[in-house]
């Protein structure tokens, strides 16, 4: 049935050629059937006029192109009926007719409404006065009003079949277009959650991965000279990395959970281990202070040990808790990669009035000391004077506050760049907080970050998320489509 039906689709000139000539068997036959009232038909009782037979065969033949020029097959078979009924026809009416309904049926099938009435209006009228006119029978006879009936039963089954093929038609599309918005919402979903594995994979490995290339590279420069400072730094180099991999197989193994859905999708570091980040730092050779102060929810409290910063700052929502940590973590890392030797940095912490803000500030002395421009210089140098994109300030960021010595000029020139940065400010703005990064007045570089405590902040950054995934998706369809 499938098959027979496909074959029907992609064949209509057959088709139509075999409607044709079923209609135009049923003309001739209806011409040379004799007709007598209350009496059984006579068939092949009179001789067809050859007039008659030419014109049934030149509308049936019309017929045959009737999907391809539904109006010009109309205008056709409606010439040739009235033609039949001019010329004078027989007790047997004008058979030839069932043409004309034919293409006035293709017409409302295949046009709009308005068309197929104004083209069926036309029709009706016409036939039905020639009809009137020049039949043998009375103007207000049974047949007369029959063509008309005819005519516009045509005309609303033609219409009736449009508006049903336009229906299935919506139907079809709303179903595709469902189909390809759930598709493109499985490509976001994706797309954002490769994205926050890459960013976690980030925080997790780079900053050790950090710490070992500088260690390691301590121990290459002093191996000779100093050795006991070389197995200071060996040593480093090893809890650096026994770090990084125990962080990445707790990383592995939550990416590998399957089938419990209260179970933790990502490792939750927060403020509780600050002090362990930042002695981390601390035996690398970075001095790093810790300032936490608090508002609420106990009152007024201020802390200069890293220890006690998740009791300084209360409970805090998991995601702000594991930001603000990673938030430092990044900043302090490039700290120690890019400010250079004898450099210190500054951890404010403060939460007040249902925001945590973070400031990691560092004031660039090593890189001063050793002559190069470091985090000091405007628009984002590494210790050798080259442009660095991880610490360069962003483009269009916002610019610090004036009343703020420390603020960061994070207008100056020079397009963002790096993982690190990038993946802080996805973090910041899933949380609908705000991310300032840039060099500070006074020399060194200045990372700020305000997070909201409440779901109403977090909630509202959705749709930035939603957009940022969206990006994503249709660059890796650009990018699919170039290959």
């Known amino acids: 049935m499938a098959r027979s039906q496909r074959w029907l689709r992609s064949h209509p000139l057959a088709v139509d050629a075999v409607l044709a000539g079923v209609l135009l068997v049923l003309v001739l036959v209806s ?41 010009r097959v109309l205008v056709c078979t409606g ?10 026809p027989g007790e047997e009416g004008t058979p030839v007719a069932l043409t004309a309904a034919v293409a006035l049926y293709t017409v409302g099938s295949r046009t709009d409404r308005s ?9 009706v009228v016409a036939l039905t006065t020639a009809a009137a006119l020049f039949g043998p029978r009375p103007w207000y006879g049974q047949q007369n009003l029959a063509l008309s009936a005819w005519m516009g039963m045509a005309a609303a089954a033609g219409d009736a079949v449009r508006s049903r093929r336009a229906f299935v038609d919506a139907i079809r599309e709303r179903a595709e277009r469902a189909e390809r918005t759930r598709e493109e919402e499985a490509r ?36 000779d000279n100093r050795p006991d400072q070389a197995k200071e730094a060996l040593a480093h180099v090893r809890e650096a990395s026994r770090s990084a991999l125990n962080e990445l197989r707790t ?13 933790p999708t990502e490792p939750a570091p927060g403020l509780g281990v600050l002090d ?55 900043a302090l890392t490039n700290t120690h990669k890019h400010a250079g030797e004898g450099a210190a940095a500054l951890v404010r912490i403060a939460r007040s009035a249902g925001v945590l803000e973070v400031s990691v500030l560092d004031d660039g002395a090593g890189a001063a000391a050793a002559g190069a421009p470091g985090t000091a210089a405007p628009g984002g140098t590494d210790p050798g004077g ?7 300030p962003d483009r269009g960021a916002p610019h610090g506050d004036p009343a703020d010595p420390d603020g960061g000029e994070s207008a100056a020139s020079g397009p963002p760049g790096g993982h690190g940065l990038l993946g802080m400010r996805e973090r910041v703005a899933a949380l609908g907080g705000v991310c300032e990064t840039g060099p500070r007045r006074g020399g060194g570089f200045r990372v700020h970050v305000r997070l909201p405590l409440t779901t109403d902040g977090i909630a509202a950054a959705d749709a930035a998320a939603k957009a940022s995934a969206d990006a994503a998706c249709r660059g890796a369809r650009r990018r699919e489509g170039a290959l």
């Open 188 to 223: 976001r979903r994706v797309a954002e959650e490769r994205m926050r594995i890459a960013r976690e994979l980030h925080d997790v490995v780079a900053h050790h991965i950090a710490l070992v290339n500088v260690q390691a590279g301590v121990a290459a420069h002093v191996m």
């Open 251 to 263: 990383t592995v193994g939550l990416l590998r959970q399957y089938g419990d859905p209260e179970a």
């Open 79 to 88: 010439a040739l009926t009235l033609l039949e009924l001019v010329t004078g």
């Open 276 to 330: 362990q980040l930042v002695g981390g730092f601390a035996r690398t050779g970075l001095p790093v202070e810790v300032e936490v102060s608090s508002t609420e929810p106990r009152g007024p409290w201020f802390s200069r040990r890293a220890e006690q910063a998740a009791a300084v700052t209360g409970e805090l929502p998991a995601a702000v808790d594991l930001t603000a940590y990673r938030v430092v973590q990044e």
């Open 115 to 123: 068309t197929t009435w104004r083209a069926g209006a036309v029709a």
């Open 386 to 392: 080259r442009p660095d994109p991880q610490r360069g």
């Open 31 to 71: 011409l040379a059937v004799g007709h007598k009232p209350y009496g059984h038909p006579r068939f092949w009782e009179r001789t067809p006029e050859p007039s008659s037979v030419v014109i049934a065969v030149l509308a049936c033949s019309a017929l045959i192109l009737r999907r391809r020029m539904p109006a």
